[in-house]
């Protein structure tokens, strides 16, 4: 009986809309990866012959989500100009972490860049099929521990220090020249969905650095440009530019007083 209840209810979801397959959309990214960034043994042959084959396989992504092939003409329209938001990327981080020797180990080493690039490629999709970003991001999160959504909107020279577990949510805007340290949250207030259509995520501004920890939230808290947002703040509110959010450390020496029990403090 079970085996004929399970059959007829996987029969009656037939007419449900066919997944892509998560392995071919893994594979989708890196090998657009290695054509962006580890080809420069191909001559121009080889690299048509890719190129072809990369248009080949979005395509065959794309028609389980929508006959409209306009997103994968739109995508590789694009494609030039994101190579070059990318090396700007490389560049913040090669540029803002005194352990990156060269452009090369940040493509081919940080976790953050890789993050960023898969991001990137996302969100070129997300509206034609939400489901294939998705699944491009969830890659990069599985491999990283960084869940960015690619309906954010991130400017230009973004920086991603270490990134495990940053979070930064569906309607998040972060301006230019932003750099982010692990463990920082980008997300909302409330959960409902009932404001599902609403900006329910931070905006930060050009120039702003978030240290460990950080948690900002809520669609109309904004980071002024220019601000530094210290290690495990809690903002919920907007700050001007140029603003220094931090915790104050107190320390205390040990007298001849009793010393409390350690399972009285939070660590």
């Known amino acids: ?17 066919s997944l892509p397959d998560k392995e071919k959309t893994q594979r989708f990214i890196e090998k657009l990866f290695g054509f962006l960034f580890n080809s420069n043994e191909w ?22 989500c929508s006959e409209d092939q306009a997103g994968v003409k739109n995508f590789f329209e694009h494609l030039p100009a994101i190579y070059d ?19 090369e180990e940040v493509i ?24 294939i970003s998705r699944f491009f991001t969830e890659y ?21 220090d270490h990134g495990t577990g940053i979070v930064i949510g569906e309607t998040t805007e972060i301006g230019d020249h932003v750099k982010i340290y692990q463990g ?36 109309s808290t904004v980071v002024g440009s220019g601000s530094i947002i210290g290690g495990n703040v809690w903002l919920t509110y907007s700050v001007p530019a140029n603003s220094v959010v931090y915790h104050k450390s107190e320390v205390h020496v040990k007298d001849n007083n009793p010393f409390p029990e350690p399972l009285n403090f939070v660590i």
């Open 184 to 219: 920082v949250t980008l997300g909302a207030l409330n959960v409902s969905k009932s404001i599902a259509s609403t900006k329910r995520h931070p905006t930060i501004e050009d120039g702003v650095v978030i240290y460990a920890g950080a948690t900002i939230l809520g669609g």
């Open 85 to 103: 938001l990318l090396m700007d990327d490389a560049h913040a981080i090669l540029n803002s972490d005194p352990a990156a020797k060269t452009i």
């Open 108 to 131: 081919s080493a940080y976790p953050g860049f890789f993050a960023i690039f898969v991001y990137r490629m996302a969100h070129l999709l997300c509206r034609q099929c939400n489901l």
């Open 43 to 64: 001559n121009k042959e080889q690299l048509e012959s890719k190129y072809n084959e990369l248009q080949d396989e979005l395509s065959s992504l794309i028609s389980l």
């Open 1 to 17: 009986m079970p085996r004929e209840i399970l059959l007829q209810k996987l029969l009656s979801n037939q007419n449900r809309q």
């Open 140 to 160: 990069a999160h599985s491999k990283t521990g960084i869940d960015i959504h690619p309906a954010a909107k991130i400017g230009r020279s973004f920086s991603i």
